[in-house]
């Protein structure tokens, strides 16, 4: 750019070289370092006007004499007429000294044949002499030259036509050319993770390209301008998800970036999210584009904000950008999301039978709003979207930080009770407002809602971390904002449908000792409260006319989902603590949700149903049972025996617990009531009825006598207790050293669940069985008994260290060969790197048609080790068992190993590994990959 002092010193130049001197023909002139040309007249020589300047001058001859010309070339990127012009006003600018008794001409846009022409002229008188100045700027793709010639004011018109005539001569570097070669389109490749790959073709001379660094997998730049590219990986579980971090790092890099706009856009074939940020001088474009389930590219763009020629740079890179997919490597079998979910009990598989799948959650909703035709589900996890027709829910907002505490949607934007129990309104994934609460809040639509305020803290000292202060409602409805007094401290908030009233779900604080929650229904025109009874808990709470669907246990009934309606009347749909009310619409559409579970277990993702509601309410029964009630028929086998519930006699023999257990099934079926048929149903009683705060010490005898019964038909041995008077029925759960012969189990004290023990769960039955492996159950009421019993059988530790495989086969067959003495053995060996030995062991029991899951994995594992490649047999394996992920380990070394290696299928493995699990099969998977990079 011209220094505003060249002006005078320019001047100085005029007023000592008025020099005579005859004309020439025109001739073509190289100008420039990239060989530009323009048609120079015979009235004008090369000369030096200035050293300082640089660039090409010349001097004007005969009727030229005392004009000037200055030619100099611009390296700069001209995408458009507005950047041509821009750069010629700002020179114009600087070469205009504040108090010069001068004008700048209007600036014109000059046709031009090959890329952006302007021009503008400068007066002034300097010295008692008028000059005139004539400047043009002709810029085509990222090449440049200013003209810009000067004389006195006399020779104006004349200066004029010759410097256009020159601007418009300019013929630009041949093809030939070092710029023109330059300009030839540049393909930069890179490889991302799962087989993707990024390509991105841009014209050479633009672009510079940065290579990778860190997490930025390519880099681009243009050509001497404040212009930058960055394409970046990123792990997220949603668009939304992706967008929000990437702003998320944007604003906290310390560059003052604050958010514009977040919006869907259709970018490379994809529905991205593209993310605007802005600081004062500059712009930031982030795209979060999905490439494949998890996986996102997240393309930023950082530039001057002033000049819209970046706009089309911008234009130029996304055009020229491709994702390549390779194709899909058959590793493994897919994963199947819907694997079949066994049946729970009788009454369980024909309620589900009328009831239609719709579609795997990844985790169980606790509140649910329906917006329009959507239902909008908010657990720990985020929030998702759900419409009928839908194979997927769409993950609005994605957090593994804090449940959302309440969730709406007004006109697309998403709203929710966030971190810091702050109501944050996202417009496109993107917070743009928040209000503080008190933890609970409502939306009663239109702009309505009713919300807690926030109560003080107390200073350091007096608790600091307390609330104190009344607790207030606030209920905005139009222009009136009414704030009540609450005597009730509030958990959480629900509106009904019209808005008209709210469901308040209250501490129960006259009963301090209990864990009851009341619910209070409280119409939003006074906010004055009334009660609709006491909860032993509350799991979830969705949408329902006039009214709400409540998953919970009132206090002394049973455990399901609840219509509870405006009025606070309730009515039972379902009774199981496994089924979960998500909506009910006004077709009387009923949809819930429940676990999904397998023969072995608990499956990941959480199954939603639906169902018509009248057959909800006649095949809803599935825990006929109330804790009261079983309390109740408990007591009448007792009284019926002639026993009390605390009385030993209960326990003496084997025959004696049989005979009571067996007189309270007989209570339960006289009583129109389905006994379990099953292991799998009987463990979920002791579920429900076990976990059930208000079931009586009575009942909880009742159980222990069912699940000892249960256990003596798995071949249980019964240890009769010592003689004594007491029954250790508040006695704290206790485990027992590991031994190698035989576990041990209190079924009172399990019962009870005062405390969990690392060898059982909720599923008494099902979990002692699997956690004996093979070994003998011993059970009893009397730890001290049960534990002489189980120290009589145990014999020294058997060790594989120094006996040979047939004297460890001979030594373990005499010990019962159990599969808990062998999951030992296999550790040992392993730890010895005696892989034949392993696998000739654990083959036996690995290859029967139903083989031990820790015999079929050590088996496995130690071909694997020792250099065999059994793949089909691992994808035949992981088809059955598609969630362990170690599997895929084995099966990806198995790849590797082959001959010939197949490495992209062993990095498909790894991959699945990585993308799936965490912890130490990450971490390995992990370290596999960079094997394989190398």
Partial sequence: MLHRTWIPSLFVVFAFLQTASTAGAQQLKLIGTHGARVELAGHWK???????????????????????????????????????????????????????????????????????????????????????YSMHHVGYEDLGYLFMAWGQAKVKGKLDREILRMARSLRWPSESSKWARAR??????????????????VPGHYFKHGGAEEDVVMSLSANANDFSTYFLLNRSDSVNTAAREARD?????????????????????????????????????????????????????????????????????LKGTSLKTAEKVDAFPEPNPDVATAPRSSEEEGFFRKAKKLCILQNMPNRVERYQDQLLMASWSGVVSWKPGQKEPEVLYGSNIASPGAVSMRAGTLHFLGQNDQWQVLKN?????????????????????????????????????????????????????????????????????????????????????????????????????????????????????????????PHGDLDGVWLVSETGERERLVSSSRVTGIDLDPSDRFRFACYREGESGYLPGIELWEMDLQMAKRLGDLQ?????????????????????????????????????????????????????????ALDHMFNALGADASLGNGGRVGLALLLSRALLDHGATWVKPAKSKHLPLFDPLVGFEPMEHAIG??????????????????????????????????????????????????GESLQADGLSLTALQEEMEARGNTSYLRGKIYKRLGGLARWDDLVAIAEPFATVDKPDKEDLQAWLSARVQRGDTPIQLLRDVIANDPNDYGYYLLLGDSYANSTPSDAPRARACFEHVVRNSWGPYEELAGEKLKELGN
């Avoid at 979060?288 to 904000?305: G, V």
């Fill in 624 to 680: 006929p049972i109330s804790a009261p009630r079983f309390d109740a028929l408990v007591g009448q086998a007792f009284q019926e025996s002639k026993a009390k519930h605390d009385d030993m006699k209960l326990w003496v023999t084997e025959a004696k617990v049989r005979k009571y257990a067996d007189a309270i099934e007989a209570e339960i079926v006289a009583a129109g009531l389905v006994f379990p048929d099953s292991d799998r």
């Fill in 46 to 132: 090369a000369g030096e006007i200035d050293k300082s300047m640089g660039g090409d001058q010349f001097l004007g001859r005969k009727a030229h004499v005392g004009c000037f010309l200055w030619i100099m070339e611009v390296d700069r990127v001209f995408l458009t007429q507005q950047t041509c012009s821009n750069e010629l006003e700002n020179f114009t600018n600087g070469a205009l000294q504040t108090g010069d008794d001068g004008r700048t001409g209007a600036l014109k846009v000059v046709d031009a044949e090959v890329g952006f022409h302007a021009t503008q002229s400068l007066s002034m008188t300097m010295m008692g002499v008028k000059l005139h």
């Fill in 429 to 553: 994934g993107s917070p743009v407002d928040r209000v503080e609460t008190d933890g609970a809040y409502a939306d009663l639509g239109s702009g309505n809602a009713a919300y807690l305020k926030p109560r003080k803290s107390l200073p350091p000292g007096l608790g600091m971390y307390e609330k104190v202060g009344p607790v207030e409602l606030v209920i905005k409805n139009g222009s009136r904002r009414m704030v009540t007094t609450l005597d009730f401290k509030v958990r959480a908030l629900y509106a009904s449908t019209s808005g008209s009233k709210l469901l308040a779900v209250c501490d129960r604080e006259a009963r301090p000792n209990t864990h009851l929650v009341t619910l209070k229904v409280m119409p939003t025109s006074s906010g004055t409260a009334h009660e609709a009874g006491d909860w032993a808990g509350i799991r979830s709470v969705g949408m329902a006319p006039e009214g709400w669907l409540v998953s919970g246990q």
């Fill in 184 to 201: 030839k389109e540049t393909t930069y490749a890179t490889e991302l993770r799962d087989g993707h790959a990024l390509e991105v073709t």
């Fill in 745 to 794: 189990v209190l079924p009172l004290q399990l019962i009870n669940g005062y405390a969990s023990s690392e060898d059982y769960t909720w599923d008494p039955i099902r979990t002692a069985v699997a956690q004996a492996r093979g070994r003998a159950i011993l059970i009893s009421t009397q730890f001290e008994t049960l534990a002489k019993e189980l120290q009589k059988g145990q």
């Fill in 249 to 317: 790092i944007i604003e906290g890099a310390g560059l003052g970036y604050t958010h514009v706009d977040t919006k869907p856009i259709q970018v490379l074939g994809k529905s991205g999210m593209l993310v605007t940020l802005k600081n004062p001088g500059n712009r930031v474009y982030a795209y979060a584009i999905p490439i494949q389930d998890d996986l996102y590219l997240d393309l930023r763009f950082e530039y001057p904000s002033a000049d819209s020629g970046h706009d089309l740079l911008r234009e130029i890179i």
